[in-house]
């Protein structure tokens, strides 16, 4: 045996030589000519008698060959060789399928991507499928502090003590872990910056499972008293990119002014329990006074403001963990009922008895931007299953052709003695070699796609995304797959040819019909691929006009040449009483720049998405019962106002002789005054509070015109403004600049002016308002950028799919052309034949996609802004757009076959 | 041509073996030799007794050098390795075996 692998390996380095097997062979014959002369037969007839015992020669050389060791390998080599010298033959062709492939591929794998991690993706923790999220339905009173969430009438915010109620009082859960996040100001080694912070309890690592790369994290040691755990546990990816992975245990870390003893990192890859935040650092729930100033959440009942889950005891069900908790959360709510100011039956009933505490798959985690991501991101998913199925009919089609094309090369080797095998093995290499560049292609360009969108996503903000560059390896192992084995099945389409009885004929007549009932599976792919094309042209229509219309939309003052950033003096380590003074102080030094024409600062910022509201009471005013009016309520700069440019319909703006210690006023705009008076003016004079809060009681000294404030897309609020200096408690503010000069100039100036008051205030999200605004835009952008990448390469493929289909079928009615001509057809009438069977088809095909259309913008109504979902002008356009290609795609086969000579066609064959 | 008796699957190289144990042959002979001794009754084709040697000699059981034939001309000699003449009683002994079965069973029934 193994003498036989040595003498076979030897064979298989150094190759018996052709020529030597040719030598032995010729010897053999002439050897018996020899004998034959030898028993008296004439030469001639010794030489014919010779080479008949011999039998055929060359199939005994080609069965020499075969013989030899490893000859499959080279047979495989040999049918390599010959797939890509067909693929080379047609390189055009072979390069376009290819690049569909990839397309398909690599957009596919980069939008399933995101979408998973978004969506389907568990978190990176031991057991997520034991994980559950907490939510309540019922009524609140108090502070909620909400992120969003999945449902509506649900609250995933809890109070802290409630959640220790919970935590320690039930037997259902093998742990309950809460967290909250919120930015602060973190100073390592001089250098001050806003991170990510996120509150966490306790037992939170413990409960995920979640093991420090460094150190250690925290235990229910360090969840003790409000304020007496001041350390701090790093994210990896903070430690790494910002720390350099420096040593940092038992070093201190400021957050917000107050020193933090570093006690570990996290592992690698670990974010959050909950999916969408990004923190940087850590912190125990129980420092939450240091990490938002502004609030006292640890005793107070009625300020929702963490988000709760739990690990399920192995062996209890989701149902029988609700119930046992339901009865706990029900006595803990009657309790917290008792300590309510309004105790009237109809409370009662919505506070405690239809309140209940809901389970909820938690292996995901909660989050609160899924929602908001959830459409977009099927949006596009769409469109990429579009393009996939485009580029499916595409290749399909295209090698089709090429197949039918190749009837004449494969009827010659036929009858040179190929076999069919060889012929099958020929396509099915050239299938493999079509799919495996596709995927390899695609294989190159997903990832580098992956970090490109995710990178445009992030604009300029520089915030860490919630998506990781990470390819889903399954997505791309399946679509490569699945394309590889797409491109081999229609390569070998055409080699069902060989199986069929009539072969002979069917080669013998190499006409059109080759390929039975080919014309209606070509009229199918391209009346699919119009189809297809119109879809995705039409969907990259009304998202860009969604953009255009948003990005026209007049918020009611100028947004060009306004920067804005963030200012949070309390992430410094200010004291409550000197936060307004040292923000007059930079606004101040801001107005004696250089180059700057006007400052302003609002606690709300404007058009990012944010709002700060509540109910108000007026003087002079009875609310009707059960009215409902929320207001929109920032406090604001003096000078706020004139730097947006807000234009005054009545009284005055506020005025640098308004101070904290002067008459507390307030400017209100014109749909808040007439929501109280019929006339708006008559609002002047009068007192406005929040009510049982008489410290923030102003008199009502002007009206401004309506501008927009949330969002571009949300409709004007009624607004009071009031003085963030007199105002009963400290708070940060977005300062905007109007400025004559670039923005990077005035940029430099503004960072410097902060500098020189205090080093370590932070100037955070120093942008323009214009990218403030994109980035507030950032879904309805990406589908747009999408949606047009899509729709070019949508019109593309389906410009190229026409093209292979009418030049293969002009060329296949050559004759027909021909006697045309011959018969006084004009070339313009041959070009008009052509283009009008394209179009009518295009027509139908148009026809048919128009009313699906209408649907599918139905569905994804909630996306579009003050487009209609039957928007003449868009599905005007993307007719026309589609009509282009289809002309430009006819064209060209159309003038080749009006250049017949008649002579030569009718000659043909 | 008489008609031929067709060889029994993986006999042919059993006699190829036996045709060069005692001597190295060149392709010619060995189908001369086998065809004289069997009184032609065991016609090899031709042509397909040079995959078959091919085939031997890959397997390392034969080895072919180039020689000069008995009028004088370049030929390719093929004999038997150590290996080839272990193979040739295995397959020697198994025919014998198969063959004797056989007319025991023939003569018994």
Request: aromatic share 8%; proline share 5%; net charge neutral.
């Amino acid at each position: 045996m193994f003498s036989e692998w040595l003498s076979r390996l030897r064979f298989a380095v150094s190759r018996k030589q052709r020529n030597e097997v040719d030598e032995e062979l010729q010897f053999h014959i002439d050897r018996q000519i020899e004998a034959n002369i030898a028993v008296g037969m004439p030469p001639e007839e010794a030489r014919r008698q010779a080479t008949i015992a011999f039998g055929a020669r060359e199939r005994a050389r080609e069965q020499c060959r075969e013989a030899r060791p490893g000859w499959t390998v080279e047979l495989f080599f040999r049918d390599l060789r010959f797939g890509v010298r067909g693929l080379f033959r047609n390189l055009g062709l072979a390069a376009v399928a290819v690049l569909t492939l990839a397309v398909a591929i690599g957009a596919n794998s980069t939008i399933f991507s995101l979408l998973s991690q978004a969506l389907l993706r568990t978190l990176p923790v031991r057991d997520p499928q034991q994980l559950v999220v907490l939510d309540f339905t019922g009524a609140t009173d108090g502070h909620t502090h909400s992120e969003g969430g999945d449902r509506p009438g649900h609250h995933y915010e809890f109070s802290y003590p409630m959640y220790r109620d919970l935590r320690e009082k039930n037997q259902a859960l093998s742990g309950l872990l809460a967290s909250a996040t919120t930015t602060v100001g973190a100073t390592w080694q001089n250098r001050s910056e806003a991170v990510h912070a996120e509150m966490v309890s306790g037992n939170y690592f413990d409960v995920l499972g979640v093991v420090p790369a460094v150190g250690r994290v925290f235990d229910i040691q360090d969840e003790t008293l409000p304020g007496a755990n001041p350390v701090a546990v790093l994210n990896f990816d903070y430690w790494r990119t910002h720390l350099a992975e420096a040593p940092v245990i038992g070093r201190a870390i400021a957050i917000n002014g107050v020193q933090f003893t570093i006690i570990g990192v996290a592992s690698p890859g670990f974010r959050s329990a909950v999916w969408g935040r990004t923190p940087d650092v850590y912190v125990p729930l129980t420092m939450q006074k240091v990490v938002e100033p502004d609030w006292d959440y640890l005793t107070d009942h009625h300020a929702y403001w963490i988000t709760v889950s739990g690990r399920l005891r192995a062996g209890i069900s989701p149902e029988q963990a609700s119930a046992s908790m339901n009865r706990l959360f029900f006595d803990l709510r009657r309790q917290e009922y008792a300590s309510a100011k309004d105790q009237s039956a109809n409370t009662r009933k919505h506070f405690v008895d239809a309140s209940r505490l809901n389970f909820a798959s938690g292996a995901r985690g909660f989050s609160p931007v899924r929602d908001d991501l959830k459409t977009p991101l099927m949006v596009i998913m769409g469109m990429v299953v579009l393009v996939i199925a485009m580029a499916v009919v595409n290749v399909a089609s295209l090698l089709l052709v090429r197949a039918a094309n190749r009837v004449r090369e494969f009827s010659i080797r036929y009858a040179m003695g190929a076999t069919a095998g060889q012929i099958v093995r020929q396509l099915l290499c050239e299938g493999m070699l079509l799919g495996l560049a596709g995927s390899a292609l695609g294989l190159a360009i997903a990832p580098q796609t992956l970090r490109m969108l995710i990178r445009w996503m992030q604009g300029r903000s520089g915030d860490v995304s919630e998506f990781t560059p990470t390819l889903d390896w399954r997505v791309f192992a399946f679509t490569a797959g699945a394309m590889f084995a797409g491109s081999v099945i229609f390569s070998l389409a055409p080699a069902i040819q060989f199986w069929n009885p009539r072969l002979a004929d069917a080669l013998k007549q190499q006409a059109a019909n080759v390929l039975g009932g080919s014309l209606r599976f070509r009229r199918t792919c391209v009346a699919l691929q119009i189809g297809f094309s119109l879809f995705l042209v039409l969907g990259a229509g009304m998202f860009v006009h969604t953009i255009q219309n948003l990005r026209s939309t007049d918020p009611g003052f100028a947004t060009d040449h306004l920067l804005g950033f963030q200012l949070v003096p309390e992430l410094a380590g200010y004291p409550g009483p000197k936060v307004a003074l040292v923000e007059q102080q930079v606004l101040d030094a801001i107005s004696g720049l250089p180059g700057v024409r006007q400052v302003g600062a609002t606690n709300d910022a404007d058009l990012i998405g944010n709002g700060r509201g509540g109910d108000v009471s007026i003087s002079g005013y009875t609310p009707k019962p059960d009215e409902n009016f929320d207001a929109e309520l920032p406090w604001v700069s003096n000078g706020y106002l004139q730097t947006l440019g807000v234009p005054l319909l009545a009284g005055r703006l506020f005025s640098s002789s308004d101070t904290a210690t002067s008459l507390h006023v307030a400017v209100v705009n014109e749909s808040f005054a007439r929501h109280f008076f019929a006339k708006p003016q008559d609002i002047l004079g009068h007192h406005f509070a929040r009510p049982d809060r008489p410290s923030t009681d102003a008199v009502i000294v002007g009206i401004v015109r309506d501008v927009k404030h949330t969002s571009l897309r949300d409709p004007v609020q009624p607004t009071c403004y009031t003085l963030f200096n007199q105002s009963d408690r400290p708070s940060g503010l977005m300062i905007y600049v109007r400025t004559w000069q670039s923005p990077d100039a005035a940029a430099n100036s503004i960072r410097a002016a902060v500098k020189g008051i205090d080093s370590k205030l932070i100037v955070d999200d120093l942008s323009t308002m214009t990218d403030q605004i994109d980035q507030n835009i950032m879904a309805e952008r990406t589908i747009a950028l999408l949606a047009t990448v899509f729709g070019l390469v949508a019109a593309l493929l389906a410009g190229i799919g026409l093209y292979g289909i009418l030049a293969y079928s002009t060329a296949q009615r050559t004759r027909e052309i021909g006697i045309r001509m011959a018969l006084g057809a004009r070339r313009g009438s041959v070009v008009g034949l052509i283009l009008r069977e394209m179009l009518v088809l295009a027509g139908i095909a148009v026809a048919a996609t128009i009313p699906i259309a209408v649907m599918a913008t139905w569905a994804v109504r909630s996306q579009l802004y003050q487009v209609s979902i039957a928007d003449p002008a868009a599905y005007a356009s993307a007719i026309c757009v589609i009509a282009v290609v289809a002309v430009l795609a006819g064209i060209f086969p159309a003038r080749r076959a009006a250049g017949i000579d008649p002579s030569r066609a009718l000659r043909m064959d | 041509m008489p008609p031929s008796t067709d060889l029994l699957q993986g006999t042919l190289d059993m006699l190829i073996l036996r045709a060069v144990a005692h001597e190295p042959q060149h392709g010619w002979a060995i189908a001369q030799r086998i065809q004289q001794v069997s009184n032609n009754i065991l016609q090899i084709g031709q042509g397909s007794l040079y995959p078959a040697l091919h085939r031997l000699e890959y397997k390392g059981w034969i080895k072919a050098e180039w020689g000069a034939s008995e009028n004088n001309r370049k030929a390719r000699y093929y004999s038997l390795t150590k290996a080839g003449r272990k193979q040739l009683e295995t397959e020697m002994e198994n025919w014998a075996r198969l063959a004797g079965a056989i007319n025991v069973v023939l003569q018994e029934i």
